[in-house]
Structures are given as structure tokens and as C-alpha cells.
């Protein structure tokens, strides 16, 4: 390996370091200070040698990655992320700053994704190689599993699934338990400029070089292909340039580089790898993805405190808990200056009992958690997450290369104002206003391409058609998805269009079909939206499958709803469901004829989902809306006294039937009577009681309300046979065990009063259950009545005394 002598002599200045290491980045800087190389060799993808000038401009802030993903499949794909506080990053911005050139020398992309698909693994997998991907988080060293321990004698054969952690076998020869505590006291916590600012290079390079000495490559084989990549590299920098180089690389491939070989040897281990066209590009990385050991992550736990300890001038410890207490005020908690002194106080001496040279993310943890937080792990989740990882987003210039549908996103964003974040918030939208519609249309849009930066959630205060609410959160994968997407059209809208045409053609089933359009005309796509109905109409037409039409005719009428809302012209779409609203009126009867239970429960969701739509369809103008409602409640008829029919479908009918007001009470407590008569069994008769009280109806209200219904259903109840109570004791409890607590608490009282106080004999006695009076005050609901008159929007006339006013 290179050495002072040798680096006296002309020979390369290696600079073995850990990725997204603070001390090995502050280490890294100092050694370029003291050195003055004439060029600079960092581990990475050469295809991004093209990139590195994008590093000057104002504009790139890090945490940033290099995406190189393969042009004719672009999910095919793999990154390279670099913090502020990452070596190369701090090698590429020294080199920029002293107009040094900057090249990276690491196994090219075009290999290393051709690589991975003859392989059959995903990105982002620990073959997966470039800096601060999973396998180098620590100095270039490969995964943990399955690592042989220090003792384990190095001739001995291992499986080349065995891979050596180089930190763990430092650690534990220093007498160390903990490898990342260890490295982070010899290292991370070293200050710059002490000493000579070569030292600590050359003592890392000695360990390594006795690693690689006893345990060869370690179990990573591909290692040795890319390190030979960086010798040839090397050789070909040292003839251009003289000896003046610095190469900035994991500190595990410090001796191979210095290994003494022949470029035809070298040369040998690259003949024949495959290749696969790439293209490169710089995209934001978040501090969320850099602490996430899998996938694209980098597998550090605190991004934001070793951002902190590489940014902090001095005193880091006194700086932190700075930190942190504002945080912990902006959330309303007492925290004072004295209790910053006193965490310092207590920081600096678990750290001298510990015997560190500086408190630790542990002690100083500790320190907040007994001083600030009261002991409580509450407030140390959201230090943990807001300070200790952070939200901090990184930002690319403008001009940096991107597909098309990437440079039409940005442009779409910069005129919206709707600036991706790694923060989570979220966004509510009136669509009555244009910017918030094309909000709405974007987000849809980019969902509909498999891009999920904004996720729909329940609106707070409003359940109106003109109102969304979104979840957003831009994650740096989401790049990837839009380079795939990018295969579709070179604009969001264009993209959109041509997938959901694409999908409707494609779909399997109706439902996904009516998913589809109901999708588009959120994203209002009009272009495609007449491929997607003549598909819907056709699918429509053949599917005689009664399940399949009624899970499919919600969806349409959602998507008439919307239409209203955008503007759409939907009257096609009011045709197909009208049409699929008839089919199902008469196909449900003989459809629900002799089910199972479980085909039976599945069936009354699909009758409650029905009626929903009718209920919304026949507002439609483009219906008539009249004779639609009147064939659906001539359908439930039939469904509730058809003796075929499984009790839970037959009291869901009568229910519905009754809410409609097509059912007077007196006839839907005979249709109780008659099911819940001893000739009915017991199961059949539970179903029934479910389909009519249970399912988030409203069924307990119906009960605390009709002491009639409820009598029945006491009577019945406690007529079972105590053979049979078992087997209708499931269907019972998960009736009544979705009512809230107040309606379980009510129904619990008037039952307790017994079958002999029912509501007549309550008036007469003057009792009435807890929160009701005997008879009702119709002083107390006169009072109401002029607020009532105000809010619907009738003049309002009263008495001197009482409010006077007219609505308008």
C-alpha cells in the first residue's frame, strides 16, 4: 500500500475513509489541505465524471444522489447518495474549489446494472456497490451476516456467502463489544488538524492491509473485479498527471489498490462483463432514506446528528442540546437555559464514566431524557425523529440532466407552488378554485403513473365532492418512478393518458375497468376517457356476473359525482351506469338464492353499495331518477320476504326498506316478529338481527328509539335454547360490538328495566331511563325553533324578547 515513503517517492495518496463519516470526511478535507494533489480519484461511476461540475452551482445542496438506472428498462436502476458530511462529497467540493479535476474510478454503472439483472437482484441489495449503499456503510466494509469472528482461523474454507465486517473484527480486537460506539471514539469524534493530517490514514491502511491479509476479499468476490477497475484507473491518472494524486476511497480497498499487479492481470478480471446502455443523473436524497440500512438507504441511524457534529465549528455537545431544547420549547415544553447546562453537566460525565473522548449520541440521549424530558421516551421519539434523522430534503439545479417527464413535473410543481418536501403534511384543496383543482389533477395524475407522492386521505369538516385532502411526502425513489413512467409520454398529462389507455385495454375485470375511469376523470384525462368507456361498455355487455356489476356501478357513480364537480362531461358514463343498474335489479334476487355465510356477508355489502349509488344516480339529471329508485325498492321487496334469501340479506332489505320510508314500522316489527319466532332457528334468526341492526347502519339508535324492535329482540333472545346460545353468540357480538359506547351503555338500561316497563308503562309511572324524561318539553323544543328557522334559511319572527332577524 501507498505509504509516506511512498508518497515521497511519487506514489498515489490513499485515503481510506468510512462512507458518510463525519471524522473520515473532516479527515479527508485536512489531508487535501496538506497535500495539494493535482487530481483527485473518488470511488464511484465513472458516467458521472459528466455530473461533477453541477456540484459548484449554489443551487446543489446535499443530502443528493447519483441515479443511474439502464435506458431501456429504467426500473433497473441504482444510487449513490452522498450528505454534506460523505468524504466524496467533501473530496468533489475541495477539488472544485482549488480547480483541481475530480473523477470518479469505481466499476462503471453500465457494468454494474447489467451485473445485478444477470444476477436477478433488485437495486439497492447489499451486491448493490456504490458509496453509501448497504454494504459500505462502514470503512468500505461488506454486510454483517454471517461474519466470521476474529478467532475463526483464515485458511479454513469459507462459503462465499461469508462476509467479513472489518469494523467488528477491529472493535472486537481493541477490546470493543460495540463496532459502530468504537469507530465513532477513534474516529468520528477525532478532531481536525490535530497531529499530522496523514496519520490516521496510514494507521487505518495498516489495519485493513492485515484484514485483507488474513481474510483475502472477505466473501465479496465482485470486490476484486472492482477493484481492479480502480488499479487500471489509477495508472491510467498517474500517467496523465505525474504522482501528484489523491484517490478518496472505502478504507477496505485501500490495500488492493496498493497491491502491486499487472495490467494484463487486471485487464483479465474485467474481460467479458456484461453491459447494458445507463443513463446518470443527480437527484434530491433525503436524511429519512440515508438512515435506512435496506433499499436504496445508506444504513446510517443519525443522518442529522452527524450532519451536526460535521457542521458544528466547536463545542458540538453544548451546540446539540441547543438544539434540541428549542425543539422541545416550539412544542410548548418548559426547557431553560439551566436545563441546557445541566444536560452538558451530565452529558460530559457519562461520557468520562464511560471512558469516551466526547459524549456520544447515548450520553447525550441520556442526558435529555433524565434533565428535559422528565424521564419520558415521548418527547425523545420526536428529538429523535426531527433532530437525530431529520427531514432535511435535498435540492438539484434546474439544469442538471433528467428525463422528460421529469423537466415537465418541475415545471408543473414551480407553477402550482407545490414544492416536494421529505417533511409529511398535509394539503387540503377547494376544488372550486383553479389552482387547487390543478393541484388535484396533478396529484392524481402522478398516482395514476405509480408516482405516490401525495396519498388521498379523509377530509377534516367537510364530505363535500369539492374538497380533498392529501397526504404528501416526496421520497427520492419517486425519481426512479418517473424515469419508468417516462416510457408512456414525455409530459404528466401525455404519460397519464397513454397508461390509462393502456390499462383499460389490458384490464381483466370489469370493476378494474370502472376503477379506471373513475381515475381519469379525477386526473381529468379526456383524451382517454373514450377508449376507457367504449372497454367499459363492452366488458359491461358480457360480464353476467351479478358480483362483478355491483361492485363495478359504485365506482361509476363516484365518478359522475366528480364530474359534476370538474365540469366533465359525463353523460356516457350516466348511460353505462344506468344500464348496469338495471342489470343488477334483475339478476340480485336469484343471485342471492341458497349462499354460505360468508358469501351471504359479502353479498349485503354488495347490497349496501348498491343502494348507496342508486340513491346518488337517480339525482343525477342525465337519469330518470323517479322510476330508478322505485325498481330498487320493488327489488328489496323481494329480497326481504323471499324465503331463499340468508336472513342477513333479508334484514338488510327490510332496513333499507324503512330508512326509505317504503316500510311503516308496524310492518317491519311484524317481519321481526315473524323471523324471530321459535320456528325460525336460531342462526338464521341471529343473521337476520345483523342485517338488521348491525353493520355501521345505525342500528343501535334504531333500537334505543323503537322499544318495540328492541323488546323483540330482547324476548327472543332470551328464548334460545341454551344449546344453540353458543353458535348465535359470534353473529351477536360482532352486531352490537360496533355500536359506540354511549348507544351499548343505553340499550344496557332500557333492557335492565325489563319487558314490564316498556315505554307505556314508563309514561305512566313517570320513570324513563337515565338522560329522558317521562313525557317530552315542548317549552324546551319551541326554544330551538328560531335558531333552527335562521339556519335553513326562513324568515325568523319572534316575540320582543327572543331573537329577531330575517335570513338571507
Known amino acids: 500500500m501507498a505509504t509516506q515513503a511512498d508518497r515521497a517517492a511519487g506514489g498515489p495518496l490513499l485515503l481510506g475513509v468510512r462512507h458518510h463519516g463525519p471524522g473520515s470526511a473532516r479527515a479527508v478535507r485536512a489531508a487535501l489541505d496538506a497535500a495539494r494533489p493535482r487530481v483527485v480519484l473518488i470511488e464511484g461511476p465513472p458516467e458521472a465524471d459528466a455530473l461533477i461540475p453541477l456540484c459548484a452551482d449554489e443551487r446543489m445542496r446535499p443530502p443528493v444522489a447519483l441515479l443511474a438506472h439502464a435506458v ?4 433497473r436502476s441504482a444510487f449513490w447518495p452522498l450528505a454534506e458530511f460523505s468524504p466524496e462529497w467533501v473530496a468533489i467540493r475541495w477539488a472544485l474549489d482549488h480547480g483541481v479535476p475530480a473523477r470518479f474510478i469505481d466499476l462503471p454503472a453500465t457494468h454494474t446494472l447489467a451485473w445485478e439483472k444477470e444476477e436477478n437482484t ?7 456497490t456504490g ?7 462502514g470503512p468500505g466494509k461488506p454486510g454483517k451476516e454471517d461474519e466470521p469472528g476474529p478467532g475463526q482461523d483464515p485458511s479454513a474454507d469459507r462459503s462465499p456467502d461469508v462476509r467479513l465486517d472489518p469494523l467488528a473484527v477491529l472493535a472486537e480486537t481493541a477490546g470493543h463489544d460495540d463496532p459502530e460506539r468504537w469507530w465513532e471514539d477513534v474516529v468520528e469524534h477525532r478532531g481536525a488538524g490535530e497531529g499530522d493530517p496523514l496519520a490516521p490514514f496510514a494507521v487505518l491502511a495498516e489495519a485493513m492491509g492485515a484484514l485483507r491479509e488474513a481474510y483475502g476479499s472477505g466473501g465479496h468476490d465482485r470486490d476484486l473485479v472492482r477493484e481492479a477497475h480502480m488499479r487500471l484507473q489509477l495508472r491510467a491518472a498517474q500517467k496523465e498527471f505525474g504522482g501528484d494524486i489523491a484517490v478518496v476511497c472505502g478504507a477496505w480497498h485501500v490495500p488492493a489498490l496498493g497491491e502491486r499487479t499487472t495490467v494484463a492481470a487486471d485487464r483479465a478480471r474485467l474481460k467479458g462483463l456484461p453491459k447494458v446502455r445507463t443513463d446518470m443523473t443527480w437527484v434530491p436524497w433525503t436524511n429519512r432514506r440515508l438512515a435506512r440500512a435496506g433499499g436504496y438507504g445508506a444504513g446510517i441511524d443519525s443522518p442529522g446528528w452527524y450532519g451536526h457534529l460535521f457542521g458544528a465549528p466547536d463545542r458540538p455537545v453544548e451546540r446539540w442540546l441547543t438544539k434540541v431544547a428549542g425543539l422541545l420549547r416550539d412544542e410548548d415544553r418548559v426547557v431553560s437555559s439551566a436545563h441546557v447546562i445541566e444536560a452538558v453537566r451530565l452529558a460530559e460525565t457519562l461520557a468520562a464514566m464511560r471512558g469516551r473522548p ?3 449520541l447515548s450520553e447525550t440521549g441520556d442526558a435529555v431524557r433524565a434533565v428535559m424530558c422528565d424521564g419520558s421516551d415521548v418527547p425523545m421519539a420526536l428529538i429523535h425523529d426531527r433532530l437525530v434523522v431529520g427531514d432535511v430534503l435535498g435540492e438539484v439545479p434546474p439544469d442538471a440532466p433528467a428525463v422528460p417527464l421529469q423537466r415537465d413535473l418541475d415545471r408543473v410543481q414551480r407553477r402550482l407552488r407545490l414544492r416536494p418536501e421529505a417533511l409529511e403534511r398535509e394539503l387540503e384543496l377547494d376544488l372550486r378554485k383553479e389552482t387547487d383543482a390543478a393541484r388535484s389533477r396533478l396529484l392524481h395524475r402522478l398516482r395514476l403513473l405509480d408516482v405516490p407522492w401525495g396519498e388521498p386521505t379523509a377530509s377534516r369538516g367537510s364530505t363535500g365532492t369539492f374538497r380533498e385532502t392529501w397526504r404528501l411526502r416526496w421520497e427520492p425513489e419517486l425519481s ?3 424515469a419508468e413512467a417516462g416510457v408512456w409520454g414525455t409530459t404528466v398529462l401525455s404519460a397519464a393518458t397513454g397508461k390509462a389507455e393502456a390499462e383499460a385495454v389490458s384490464a381483466q375485470g370489469l370493476a378494474d375497468v370502472t376503477a379506471l375511469a373513475e381515475r381519469c376523470l379525477l386526473a381529468e384525462l379526456p383524451d382517454a376517457l373514450p377508449t376507457v368507456m367504449r372497454v367499459l361498455a363492452d366488458r359491461a355487455a358480457l360480464d353476467a356476473d351479478v358480483g362483478h356489476l355491483a361492485q363495478a356501478l359504485p365506482a361509476l357513480v363516484r365518478s359522475l359525482r366528480y364530474g359534476d364537480v370538474r365540469g366533465t362531461d359525463t353523460a356516457a358514463l350516466a348511460e353505462v351506469a344506468a344500464g348496469l343498474a338495471e342489470r343488477i335489479f334483475v339478476g340480485l334476487p336469484p343471485a342471492c338464492a341458497q349462499l354460505d355465510a360468508e358469501a351471504a356477508d359479502e353479498t349485503r355489502r354488495q347490497v349496501d353499495a348498491v343502494h348507496g349509488a342508486v340513491g346518488l344516480l337517480a339525482d343525477s339529471p342525465a337519469v330518470g331518477g323517479g322510476a330508478l329508485r322505485a325498481r ?7 329480497l326481504s320476504v323471499r324465503d331463499t334469501v340468508p336472513g342477513v340479506i333479508r334484514g338488510r332489505a327490510v332496513r333499507l326498506l324503512l330508512d326509505e320510508g317504503e316500510l311503516a314500522q308496524d310492518e317491519a316489527a311484524r317481519l321481526m316478529g315473524l323471523v324471530l319466532s321459535p320456528g325460525t332457528p336460531p342462526g338464521d334468526a341471529a343473521a337476520w338481527i345483523e342485517g338488521f341492526v348491525g353493520g355501521g347502519s345505525g342500528g343501535g339508535m334504531l333500537l334505543v328509539h323503537d322499544e318495540r324492535l328492541l323488546g323483540l329482540v330482547d324476548s327472543w333472545l332470551t328464548g334460545v335454547p341454551a344449546e344453540a346460545f353458543t353458535d348465535v353468540l359470534p353473529l351477536l ?15 344496557g338500561e332500557l333492557v335492565r328495566r325489563g319487558p314490564g316497563q316498556r315505554a307505556g308503562t314508563a309514561a305512566a309511572t313517570g320513570s324513563a331511563p337515565p338522560g329522558f324524561a317521562a313525557e317530552p318539553d315542548l317549552a324546551r323544543a319551541d326554544a330551538v325553533l328560531p335558531v333552527v328557522r335562521l339556519l335553513l334559511g326562513l324568515d325568523v319572527q319572534t316575540d320582543d324578547n327572543d331573537l329577531v332577524g330575517v335570513a338571507g
Open 480 to 482: 426512479v418512478r418517473i
Open 733 to 747: 357480538r360482532r352486531t352490537f360490538s360496533a355500536y359506540e359506547p354511549g348507544v351499548r351503555r343505553t340499550l
Open 122 to 128: 433488485g437495486p439497492g441489495t447489499e451486491e448493490n
Open 131 to 137: 458509496p453509501g449503499t448497504e454494504e459500505n456503510t
Open 358 to 360: 466526547l459524549p456520544g
Open 632 to 638: 330498487w325498492q320493488a327489488v328489496l321487496g323481494v
Open 72 to 75: 431501456d428498462e429504467p426500473g
